[in-house]
């Protein structure tokens, strides 16, 4: 199975992009990268997913590297809203039993 | 407006009792998850449901158990063979196709007392 990892944590000004960074070596040619995030308490959100080329909706962009071996999260301009526990996720199977999320990155967004 | 809607939100149990955590979807998808999480960890799958009448167990089933009996429902009781269940507990469904990934609910806080 795909794993990824991400930084522990990070810490971004308010008003500035928030780059979260997300490696994934071992992916496969047909695998998704997807990422959620999870504000306390609450259950995760998804935010967007891509599979080579760079996406981006309402809330985040997806920049994927040629070689698909990592990601970057860019949020564009960090809310203290943004604060949460954000997941990387290589999906590895047609159902959700592989739907792995590991321990993420906890973006602080500070004032 | 559709979605996933987990009851109660905070759970206190004693120790030996089974409690019922509730699901519900009204987005008429297929799959429906149970997920634990622990303070400062990611999330590990109890129980998966593809569906109706049907389930596998996931990474951490033991003292767990579901079923599945129509596509909008899927119950997690948690049993008194389960010897750590105080956690933050999320369901969540997805759509056969599975492009957008999972809809998650709110979560129950589940506390032994």
């Known amino acids: 199975d795909a794993k990824t990892t991400q930084p522990p944590s990070m810490d971004c000004a308010e008003g500035r992009a928030a780059n979260l960074p997300c490696n994934h070596s071992?992916?496969?040619?047909?695998?998704?990268v997807y990422w959620y995030r999870q504000i306390h308490s609450q259950g995760p959100q998804y935010i967007i997913h891509?599979?080579?080329n760079n996406e981006t909706n309402e809330m985040a962009s997806l920049i994927i590297t040629e070689d698909r071996k990592s990601s970057t999260l860019i949020l564009p301009h960090a809310t203290l809203r943004d604060t949460a526990v954000y997941y990387c996720i290589v999906r590895v199977g047609n159902y959700g039993q592989n739907f792995v999320f590991g321990p993420g990155t906890r973006l602080s967004v500070l004032p | 407006d559709g979605g996933i809607t987990q009851s109660p939100k905070y759970l206190f149990r004693k120790e030996g009792q089974n409690v019922t955590l509730s699901c519900e979807q009204n987005?008429?998808?297929?799959?429906m998850y149970w997920y634990r999480q622990d303070p400062g960890q990611g999330l590990r799958l109890i129980y998966y449901s593809q569906i109706v009448n049907d389930f596998q167990k996931g990474d951490i089933a033991e003292g767990y158990s579901v079923s599945r009996e129509k596509k909008e429902s899927f119950p997690l009781t948690v049993t008194s063979a389960q010897k750590n269940p105080t956690a933050f507990y999320l369901c969540?469904?997805?759509?056969?196709?599975?492009?957008?990934?999972?809809?998650f609910g709110s979560g129950t806080r589940l506390t032994v007392v």
């Open positions: 987005l008429n998808h297929d799959a």
């Open positions: 891509g599979l080579k």
């Open positions: 071992t992916i496969s040619g047909n695998e998704y």
């Open positions: 969540a469904s997805s759509t056969p196709e599975w492009r957008y990934g999972y809809t």
